[in-house]
């Protein structure tokens, strides 16, 4: 189906020409029309899938339609994070740069002056993260009495993350009379809860199977012990067509000792988490996306929503903890239509995680062996005084080295944490199973009849996905061994 078949306006449909679109995506395809027509909107679809046009496209057309009130809002888009903001704002631009629109962005982090000033001179489209907005609604900046639309996006996340009483409070303050989108990437009971509170009769629009990722990515498990991970990523970082890649790290010192390995390592890399400033992380942002710098390391988190094209690789470094995470993770690549490659590596206390993943997107995963490395090789080092981000920070200990000795500062083991004890068994042994040939890329299953009988149900799919993966994932006893019944198993 061409745009043009949609509805959208002419100054909207040379902007997305201009863009360089051929056609609209699934998701824009059943999204449009019923926006165009005024009716509320639950899309439930990933990020990656071409949502933000989704819901702007028809939005746009629909404020040319009219002439202007003057220096009132009529569009609100809520986002979890700064980086989403700015990256819708960039995507709203794009789409927009025909109309004579007024847009603003309003997040934490950064001055709020030109952000007062932006509100009070009357901007078209805000943009905004819900806690700074809340904060400047509450001190009376802007006017949002005339407020045509209201989009939550990442309205799963948001949740996650707490911002629920903030939403309420600024969805108060809006005109009832208006149009709700909502986007998640999951349609959980606490979605259809907010649906009920924010919305009127939504139509819902459901891209493709829930928490599933991407068809064009390509993805393969490393089994690596700990302390190899950081030597296999630079091993790996020898072929050159991964030539823009971003890493998941579970912690923030985790990305900064991975980011220094890689620039040790002559690698040009970036970091993005919650301890970098604003501007720190619109910087890695932008130089991760000009290319001048190859790799970026970030936490989830900080990652969320990334929307950078040409993503070749995405490296999960540290195995993540939640299905849902690994999904939205993975998503960063194979964006609209291209392809992409998601390399996860798994630690022997990790499997069970991993064959939680695998029930929970229905495939198994194949595993491939990094070729030429040495599986064997002992790891460097640490410097004195780092310390190991397994586990709780409060109690982590100066990480062991290679052969098993502890460091000279290390505590006494009853104050280890379990991750440290499980430590002290052979960390580096796997359970055998098929490896994948040098360039096997078609996933195989490898879970057999368990993945069959995986429910379709997205609500036992999201509620499994909010545990952490391989700790009560499943009811029967085989899955439910956590890491320390795994090391029994392995050392028999
Ligand atoms: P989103 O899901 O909104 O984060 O969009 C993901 C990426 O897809 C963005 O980089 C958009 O520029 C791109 N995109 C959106 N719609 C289309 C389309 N119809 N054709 C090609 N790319 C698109």
Redesign the pocket.
């Known amino acids: 189906m061409p745009?043009k078949a949609l509805g959208l306006a002419p100054a909207i449909l040379q902007a997305?020409q201009e863009?360089?679109?051929?056609?609209?995506?699934p998701?824009?395809v059943a999204a449009i029309p019923p926006i165009l027509a005024g009716q509320d909107l639950i899309g439930i679809?990933?990020?990656?899938?071409?949502?933000?046009?989704?819901f702007t496209l028809p939005i746009l057309t629909r404020l040319a339609a009219q002439t202007p009130p003057r220096r009132r809002t009529r569009v609100l888009v809520i986002a979890p994070t700064r980086e989403l903001v700015v990256?819708?704002d960039e995507?709203i631009r794009?789409y927009a740069k025909h109309l004579r629109l007024r847009i603003a962005t309003v997040f934490g982090g950064v001055g709020e002056n030109p952000q007062k000033t932006a509100l009070n001179e009357g901007a078209d489209i805000v943009i905004a993260t819900p806690g700074r907005l809340l904060d400047l609604m509450g001190r009376r900046f802007g006017d949002f009495s005339g407020l045509e639309f209201l989009v939550l996006d990442e309205a799963d996340r948001m949740l996650d993350m707490g911002f629920l009483p903030d939403i309420r409070n600024i969805v108060r303050s809006l005109p009832r009379h208006r149009q709700t989108l909502m986007f998640s990437a999951t349609f959980s009971k606490e979605i259809e809860t907010l649906t009920h509170q924010f919305q009127q009769s939504p139509k819902v629009v459901q891209i493709g199977r829930r928490s599933n990722p991407a068809t064009t990515v390509t993805q393969l498990v490393y089994e690596v012990p700990h302390d190899l991970k950081q030597n296999l990523l630079v091993h790996l970082l020898g072929d050159p067509g991964m030539n823009m890649v971003l890493v998941f790290t579970r912690t923030k010192h985790g990305a900064d000792r991975v980011a220094r390995k890689l620039e040790q390592q002559g690698i040009t890399t970036g970091t993005l988490h919650s301890n970098r400033s604003q501007n720190q992380r619109l910087r890695a942002l932008k130089d991760f996306k000009s290319g001048s710098v190859r790799v970026l390391v970030a936490t989830d988190i900080a990652a969320r929503?990334i929307?950078?094209?040409g993503i070749s690789h995405v490296v999960n470094y540290d195995f993540p903890k939640h299905a849902e995470d690994y999904v939205h993770r993975i998503g960063r690549t194979g964006?609209?239509?291209a392809v992409g490659e998601a390399l996860s590596f798994a630690a022997p206390d990790d499997q069970a995680a991993l064959r939680s993943l695998e029930r929970f997107i229905g495939r198994g995963l194949v595993r491939k062996r990094a070729e030429g490395f040495d599986y064997h090789a002992r790891p460097a080092p640490r410097p004195a005084g780092e310390f190991s981000d397994r586990g709780n920070s409060r109690f982590a200990q100066p990480a062991s080295r290679g052969s098993g000795q502890r460091h000279p500062q290390s505590h006494a083991p009853a104050h280890r944490s379990r991750d440290d004890r499980s430590a002290s068994h052979d960390r580096r042994s796997f359970p055998s199973r098929p490896h994948a040939s040098a360039h096997a890329s078609q996933p195989q299953r490898t879970d057999g009849h368990r993945a069959a009988h995986r429910s379709d149900d997205s609500r036992s799919q999201s509620s499994d996905a909010r545990q952490p993966m391989g700790q009560g994932a499943s009811s029967s006893g085989r899955d439910n061994r956590g890491p320390r019944n795994f090391w029994r198993r392995g050392r028999n």
């Open positions: 745009f997305v863009a360089g679109y051929t056609e609209p995506t998701i824009q679809a990933q990020t990656g899938t071409g949502k933000t046009a989704a990256q819708i995507n794009i929503g929307d950078v094209d964006r609209a239509h």
